[in-house]
């Protein structure tokens, strides 16, 4: 893993306030020969079928994979979601369970409620951390003007586009200072040129995170923008068929990145590895 740290100095404002250092972020998760078996109207199902890694501390790390391969499964069973059949599993040294407040886990839809407002659906996390009414708002302003969003705290998901509601969820996210983030397709339902400002404004976000990341994305050019180390599941049951270690400089850009050589290096090579995978589906 490349080190974020020589591009940021010590006195830099991280992502959200309260964020702890990254010799101090505890989150690590380790697997090892994960196995999920689902119930079925044909009988069992295999997703998982001995799923080993190991995720260190402030490491960014994305899975690709052909479609219904199991990477949401794997996700959910990471966040205590999902049990797994078998295997170990831990989370910051525990058994993964829901809720936790140290995991904040952003879906593939932005599931803002109709009836909140912007700044409302994002102080709702603070709310289940205790978090009291006054400094709520406040720390939720703060992530709506992270993601360039200040302007629309007062409105409602439905005067909101596609793009603004997933910047919201991103803040809402976010905004608990969550040491693991779990990022399950963050922007598959955008168009494409959104998308590109979308996976800028997140390398923006994450660039004083200071804590670990697993993402699930189709999107190899995501990827690779986004992470340390990128997976390559196997189709279904699935397994980890390649590992690839991204030592690309960092601060990273969607808006520059795509063009370089190294880029579409990397992009050839994970390709070639999924195409075996996917080219039967």
């Not at 302003?141 to 991103?170: E, H, I, K, N, P």
């Not at 690779?224 to 196997?234: A, H, Q, T």
């Amino acid at each position: 893993m490349k080190d974020r740290g020589d591009s940021r100095s010590e006195d830099r404002q991280v992502l959200l306030a309260g964020a702890s250092p990254r010799a101090q972020a505890p989150g690590t998760i380790e697997a090892k020969d994960v196995c999920l078996d689902l119930l079925t109207p044909e009988g069992m199902l295999r997703i998982l079928d001995g799923i080993t890694l190991s995720v260190r501390p402030g490491e960014y790390v994305g899975v690709v994979g052909p479609s219904g391969s199991g990477k949401t499964m794997f996700l959910n069973t990471i966040a205590g979601l999902e049990q797994r059949s078998s295997g170990l599993l831990t989370v910051f040294g525990e058994e993964p369970r829901p809720g936790t407040r140290t995991v904040g886990y952003a879906m593939a839809r932005d599931g803002l409620l109709p009836w909140r407002t912007a700044v409302e659906n994002i102080a709702l996390s603070l709310e289940a951390c205790g978090v009291p009414k006054a400094e709520r708002r406040e720390r939720a302003l703060d992530a709506l003007d992270r993601v360039g969003l200040r302007t629309f705290a007062d409105s409602y998901r439905s005067q909101l586009s596609q793009g603004m509601r997933q910047r919201v969820a991103l803040a809402r996210t976010l905004v608990a200072n969550p040491q693991l983030l779990l990022l399950d397709e963050p922007f598959a339902a955008l168009d494409a040129h959104t998308r590109i400002l979308m996976q800028e404004r997140l390398c923006q976000l994450l660039e004083p995170y200071e804590g670990t990341m697993f993402l699930v994305t189709h999107d190899i050019p995501e990827a690779i923008l986004l992470c340390d180390r990128v997976l390559v599941f196997s189709r279904r049951p699935a397994t980890i068929k390649k590992e690839f270690e991204i030592d690309l400089p960092r601060p990273r850009s969607a808006l520059h990145l795509r063009s370089t050589e190294q880029f579409q290096w990397w992009q050839a090579r994970i390709w070639e590895e999924l195409a075996e995978e996917v080219q039967d589906q």
